[in-house]
C-alpha cells in the first residue's frame, strides 16, 4: 500500500487517480500555505477530493480547478495517489470555478471566541493550521465585552456603585476571572513601573506570576 492510499479514507478510495497524471490550474491567482495543508494531510488524511476539470473543451488534460495546493503538498509529502472529482468545462467555467473556490475563502469569517474555545479545548494544534503562537495572538485579539454585570456576593461593605465594571475580566486559554477596577489600575501601575525599570514589556508575566508565588508562599 503506498503511503497516500494510507492517508485517503475507504469512502475517497475508488475516487483515487495517480497524482503523475494531473496538471495545476495554469493561471492559478491563489497563493497557499503548502506547509500547513502538508501538515494536514500528514495528520488528518485526504477528507475531501480536488476538483479536476477533464480539459476536453480547455486543450488542458487534467487540470485541477479546486485544490491546487492540497495537490502540490501530497506531490511533496511523496503521495502516488490523490482522490479527485472530474468536471468538464471550458475556459470560461474553469476560471470561475477556480476564483470562486479562492474568493469564498477569503469573504468567510470567523466566531472568534467560538474559534478560540474550540482550539483551546484540543489535546494539541497540531494538523489545524494554527501554532500555539497563532492561537495566542487570537486569544489576545478576542474581543473584550464593553461590560460585565457585578456578581452578586453576601459580603460586608457597600454595595457596588454601578451595575456592571468595565474592563471586568482577565482570560487565558479558557480560564476567565473577574477583576475589580481598583486592581487593574494595580496592575497598570506594576506594568509601568516594570517598563520604566525595564525598558521594555518582555517578561513582564513572569514578574508578576513570581511575585504572585512569593505571595502565596508567605501565606498572604
Request: net charge negative; charged share 20%.
Amino acid at each position: 500500500m503506498s503511503s497516500s492510499a494510507a492517508r485517503i479514507p475507504a469512502s475517497l478510495a475508488d475516487l483515487a487517480v495517480p497524482v503523475a497524471d494531473l496538471a495545476p490550474y495554469y493561471r492559478n491567482p491563489r497563493t497557499g500555505d503548502v506547509a500547513a495543508i502538508s501538515e494536514s494531510l500528514a495528520t488528518n488524511g485526504q477528507y475531501r477530493p480536488v476538483v479536476v476539470n477533464r480539459g476536453s473543451l480547455t486543450g488542458r488534460p487534467n487540470e485541477i480547478l479546486a485544490g491546487n495546493h492540497t495537490f502540490k503538498a501530497a506531490r511533496e509529502l511523496g503521495w502516488e495517489e490523490i482522490a479527485v472529482t472530474w468536471l468538464d468545462v471550458d475556459d470560461d467555467a474553469a476560471a470561475k470555478i477556480v476564483i470562486v473556490d479562492n474568493r469564498s475563502s477569503d469573504l468567510a469569517g470567523y466566531d472568534s471566541v467560538l474559534l478560540a474555545d474550540i482550539l483551546s479545548e484540543l489535546p494539541d494544534l497540531e494538523g489545524t493550521g494554527y501554532d500555539q503562537d497563532a492561537l495566542d495572538e487570537l486569544l489576545d485579539n478576542v474581543q473584550l465585552p464593553s461590560a460585565l454585570p457585578t456578581e452578586t456576593q453576601d459580603s460586608e461593605g457597600a454595595a457596588p456603585a454601578n451595575d456592571y465594571l468595565q474592563w471586568g475580566y482577565m482570560q487565558w486559554g479558557t480560564t476567565r476571572v473577574q477583576v475589580t477596577s481598583e486592581e487593574i489600575d494595580r496592575l497598570t501601575a506594576a506594568h509601568k513601573a516594570y517598563v520604566e525599570t525595564h525598558g521594555t514589556d518582555g517578561g513582564f508575566g513572569h514578574h508578576v506570576m513570581d511575585g504572585s508565588a512569593r505571595t502565596v508562599a508567605a501565606g498572604a
